[in-house]
């Protein structure tokens, strides 16, 4: 959970992290940018529901943020985390 990393941060932990922009704690855009200065190399996939052009313009200098439009399905998800580098394996 994104705001457990920046309140208990543990190096080498999570595979990447998967953020909402819409959350009631702090937008998912300001998250990213916390998280980044704590993890430079952590893949961060970050979930829209409105336009999602101008967070890919925001973050296109970062490499480990990819920006996935709402709503997606598996396929979607799993293309955006290999994208990031992360594999991704499926049961059944």
């Known amino acids: 959970y994104g705001l457990g ?17 819409r959350r009631d704690e702090k937008r998912g855009d300001a998250l990213v940018l916390e998280l980044r200065a704590m993890y430079a190399d952590l893949p961060i996939l970050l979930a829209a529901a409105e336009p999602v052009d101008e967070l890919r313009t925001r973050f296109a200098a970062d490499k480990c943020v990819e920006v996935i439009a709402k ?11 290999k994208a990031l580098g992360v594999s991704c394996a499926r049961a059944g």
């Open 5 to 21: 990393l920046v309140a208990e941060p543990e190096p080498g932990r999570y595979d990447a992290v998967v953020l909402d922009i």
């Open 71 to 81: 709503p997606y399905d598996a396929d979607r998800l799993e293309a955006a985390l």
